[in-house]
Each structure stands twice: as C-alpha cells, then as structure tokens.
C-alpha cells in the first residue's frame, strides 16, 4: 500500500488492517455495489474498444478477410496461412527491418540520448537557459502530429526548403532521397521531450555528494556519467527505452511525413498495416500482422512490468 | 585550468545552441507562413499580410473541422475522466479481490493494444456496427483507448488522498454521494485536472481513428482535414494550410502554457503517448 501513514485514531478502525486482507473492505463507505457500479462503465469501454478488438485480431488474422470482393462477405479460416504469406513477403520483411531501423535510430538512439544530453547538461545551467530550452522541446511535445508533419515538409522541401536553404542545396529532395533518415529525424524532435523529463527527475536522485567528489578528483563528463551516475538510474534507462521502443514501434505518425514511400523506403508496422488493411483490403493479412505486433508489444510490455515490480 | 574552463563553456553553449536551432527552427515556419503573401513550403521573411486567414474562415471545412476537433475532443475527454475518476477512486477505496491483478491488467493492456495494433478489427466493428463516419462512436473509441492509462494515473493519485478525510465526514453522518460531492471532488481536483489536460492533448493531436473511422470530410475533425487539405488536387493548399495549422494548434499551446504555469512540466504520472 502506497497510503500514507495515517495517524488518526477514528480513521485506524476501518482501515483494513492485515487481519482484513484479502477479503473485501470498504474504507470509504462507499458499498461494495456502489463500487462495481462506479467501475463498470469504465469496464465496459475498455472491453468494447481494447479487449475485444484485440481478442477479435486473434480471429481476422486466421482467415482471408477482405474488404471487398466474395471473401469480404464469406471469409473462409485459413489457419496460419497469412504468418506463411509474411514469411515470403518481401514487403513485409523490409517493413519488419525498416521498424527495427526505424526504433533504434528514433528511439532506442535519438530521443534516449538526445534526452539524456539535455537532461544532463540543462542541470547546472541558468534558469532562463534551461525554461528556454525546455520550453521548446515540450512545444514540440504538444504540437498535433498533423501540423508537425508540415513543419517538417517546410524543414526537407525542395524548392526552397529550409535544410536546401541552410546548406545552399536547391532542388535536394530529402524526404525521397533519405525518407527514413527523415522520418528519423522528424520522431526525434517530437518525442525527445518525454526522455528528457524522465531523466531529468532521475538525475536530480542522484546523490549530489558523489557528483562532487567526482568533480574533486577531476573526472571528466563523460567518466561521472558512466561511473557515478550511471549506475544510480540504470533502472529509468531500462524504463525509458522499452517505453519509447514500444510507442516508437507502433507509431502511425512516420505515415504523415511519408506515407510510407517512395517505394515503401519508409513503411514501418504500423503503415504497412494501414495500407494492406484499408488500401489493399487485406484485412486478414493485415490482421496477421497487427498480431505480430501485439505479441512483440506484448514482450516488452511484460518487460517492463517486470521491471516496475522489481523495483518497487 | 582556465583555458579548459574556457573550453567547456564554449562547448556547452555551442551544442545547446544547436539543440535550440534543431528545435525552434521547424517552428518558425508556423509564425511566419500563415502571414506571408506567398506562403510556401519553406521558411523566408514573410510579406506581411492577413488575408490567408479571410481565406482560411471562407474555407467550406475549416471552421467545421475545428468544431469537429472541439465536438469529437470534448466526448472523448469528458467520457475518459468522468470514467476514470469513478472507477480509480472505488479501486482505491474498496478492496475487492483481484484488485491488483485486475489493475496489472489494464497498465499491460494500455501499452499492448494501442490503435496500430488494433486497427483493423476497431474498422471492421464499426464498419459493421453502421459507425463509420460516427463523431460519437469514433470518440467513444478513443476514449475506451486512453480509459486503461487514465484509470492508472488517477488511481496512483487516489491512494495519496488521505482517507481520514473521508473517515471523518462519514463519522459526522454523510453520506456516500456527499462524501463523493463534497470532500473526495475537491480534494482529488489537481488529479483530476491532470488527467483532463491529457486526454484532451490525446483527442485533439490524434490522427489514426478519426481517420480511419471518419471518412466523410463534414464529420472530418482539423486532424484529418488538414491530411485531406494536402491532397487536396495533388497539391497542398497553401493558403489555407499555414492559418489552419495555427488555428489548430492554439488550443494544446494554451493548455501547455497553463499547465507549465499552474504545475510546472515535471513528472506526476502523467504521460503523453
């Protein structure tokens, strides 16, 4: 229990008291039918839109659904015939390994070090400096991915885009010639602030004893972060990596800046999906493969819990 | 000593001027294009003029698309913390077997079932439900996804009210609903307007469900409009695209400025995915 220590006598009587666990006890007075009746539209949200849709995946992706045509309004179970269908499927595999590329380099890479350097640097600096600086990493944050998108276009564009303009490069088409770097680039930006959040309030844990010492026997930079403060929040690298990896992974976001192209060079997951699905009318391919993902989502997730227990 | 003193300042302030050109400059797009004359995919010094924004309120779907975003936005965040509040503060009161496994449940479902990896059953149910192009399915929709996250937060929130609170008004007679109405509501205020704010950032910025659900460009919300804007004709409609954007994103600017204000942007649980 994570309640603080309450030292009020008439409220110790009904606290449930270590004799009391396990069955039901209500601290509150609210009654145990008011309670179910409190969580149950909740409930039923969650199991119409999550529960049952991912259950429902479990089906689709055994047989050849599709959108239109005679196995739209008949569609026949073909087992595992559409994970065999991955198998061969060049487009998938490039999709697969595009994912892989595209999470280490935004995520795992980008956002993780990116966040960890503001994080690391913005703690001596001057308070205007570190508001500024955090202001504008969370404005990227907060803005809609739709609007990020064209604030991107305008960044690669050809004809007088800002990069072509920055670097005297007139006419470079960035976003056909390097699409992944691109969408790379455009994930770092947005999703970077949540990293330098999380290392922020990890880095202020740190005991600023050690910090000192090391600066008195004249470690570098880089030897305190490896040495000393590494190992105090080794846990929230662990965290922050496997969360970002999961959101990272199923982000639709890359489809805005790309959709997909030029000749599926960008097409993670979650847009390959989108277009065998709705543009291809695979929906039972399309099924397969968003299983795929839920079980992949589903290892780092257990990952993850893993880890929040342990340390908690 | 000094010399490497000197050394490290320039340094710190030559990569944090990096970091800043890397972030701000994007964004200058979204000052300086909306007023420009001849607005363009790029960034240049504006010719200063305000009638793309004439332009932008004449357009038939924008002003519509952005009652959408309010319509679709208000559902879906007023359905998330209604939801959750009720049901993280009975997970937090009432100890009912299976609580915590039931709990652990939701935090792995939230991470696990996200719109990509559900995305074609979602259409399939609603298609087959007769929701496609329902402004209030496709809410119901996102809410039912950020519910699982929400109760989570709210819960973790609801723990640290002190229950003697509740204790003691129970002991001078109220009741249940009183107690809900008049101490546990006030007190869980700065949690339950957390949670407000991030469902309200979550509807207002998502992409995939209104698209996927909501076909129909008068149901469409600024998200989807402003897709459907750039393929409109197989080019970008440039005069309308840098004010909607603006206008688009006014609402989240707000709400961060407030909260950065009000709580400062430090980390409560909340989490914006």
Redesign the interface.
Known sequence: ????V?L?P??ES???TPSR????????????G???A??L???A??A???????L??LY?GITD?QLTGPAAANPQVIGIGNFLTALGDTLFRNSLWLTVLFVLGSAVIGQNL?GF??AW??RG?RPW?RR?????????????????A??????L?R????L??LLGTEGTAWLVRYPLISIILFNI?RGTA?SM??Y??ALAAVPPSQLETAKLVGASGWQTVRDVVFPHIRGHVLTNTL?IS??TA????PF?LTAGGPNHASET??VF??RQ??EGGQ?GY??AI?LL??VA??VV??L??RLLRRRS | MSVQYLLRRIG?YT??AA??F?????????AS?PFDAKP?????WPEWTLDNVGKTLEHPYALTSLLNSLLLCGIATI?TT???A??A???S?????GRDLLL?L????????????????????MFQLGLINSQYGTA??I???M??AA?FILK?FM??V???Y???A??FGAS?GQ?LRHV?LPVARPGIATILVWAF?NA??N??LPF?LLREVETQP???L??TL?DEGGS?NLTV??VF?LL??IP??L??LIV?KRYG???HGG???
Not at chain 1, 1 to 4: G, H, I, L, N
Not at chain 1, 132 to 148: D, F, M, N, Q, R
Not at chain 1, 250 to 253: C, I, R, S, Y
């Open positions: 229990m994570s309640t603080p309450d009020t008439a409220a009904t606290v449930d666990r396990g069955r039901i006890a209500d601290v509150a007075g609210l009654g145990v008011r309670a179910v409190f969580v539209p909740a409930l949200l969650i119409l839109f999550l529960v049952f849709p991912a429902w995946t689709i659904y990116l350097g503001l640097l913005l600096a400096l500024l600086t955090e202001s504008l990493v969370l404005l990227a944050w907060i803005l809609p991915s739709t609007v990020v064209f604030l991107w276009f305008a960044v564009d004809d007088g885009g800002t072509n303009l930006w949540f959040l999380l922020s309030s969360l999961l959101w199923n982000d639709f976001t805005l997951l979650p999906i989108y699905a709705l929906l399309a099924s968003s993902l839920l989502n589903l997730a257990g993850y819990l | 710190f990569l944090i970091v800043l890397f972030f701000a400059v994007p964004m200058l797009w979204l294009a363009g995919l790029g960034l240049r359905v209604v939801c959750a009720l049901a503060y009975a997970l009161r009432v100890r009912i077997p652990y939701l935090l792995l479902l939230s991470s696990v079932v996200t719109g990509t990896a559900a995305m074609v059953p979602i259409f399939v149910m119901l929709v809410a039912g996804g519910l699982p109760i973790d723990d640290s002190p229950r003697s509740e204790e003691s129970r002991v249940p107690v546990v950032v207002w910025g992409f995939l996927l600024a998200a989807v402003l897709r750039q970008a695209i840098p954007s688009y994103s989240v600017v709400l961060y950065s942007f430090r980390f989490i914006k995915s």
